[in-house]
């Protein structure tokens, strides 16, 4: 078939911390603080990842963004509510 000896063939990662690093670099390069608080939450994250990501560079990326996103809209909606919540105590103050 032509084209054939052109292709490459992609390995996974060997090495699962190098996942977790591609994970932790794209969530933090989308500027979101990303702590995992102890070592079970962070164990179970990479245990999660490495089971999803199947090694692959891309989907650690991906997963790392995803969880950016998911995080910016947690502290969007929390915001949300707390300025709801001030508009309610002010509306109430007046009566």
């Given at each position: 078939m032509d084209g054939e000896e052109n292709l490459l063939q992609l390995q996974p990662l060997s090495d699962?911390?190098?996942?977790?690093?591609?994970?932790?670099?794209?969530?933090?390069?989308?500027?979101?603080e990303f702590n995992p608080s102890d070592s079970?939450?962070?164990k179970q994250?990479?245990?999660?990842?490495r089971s999803k990501c199947g090694g692959l560079p891309l989907a650690a990326k991906l997963m790392?963004?995803?969880?950016?996103?998911?995080?910016r809209n947690a502290a969007a909606q929390a915001q949300d509510?707390?300025?709801?919540?001030?508009?309610?105590?002010?509306e109430f103050a007046k009566v």
């Open positions: 699962p911390e190098s996942c977790w690093s591609i994970y932790k670099d794209s969530v933090v390069a989308e500027r979101v079970k939450e962070s994250l990479k245990e999660n990842l790392g963004k995803i969880k950016a996103d998911q995080q509510a707390f300025l709801l919540s001030l508009t309610f105590v002010h």
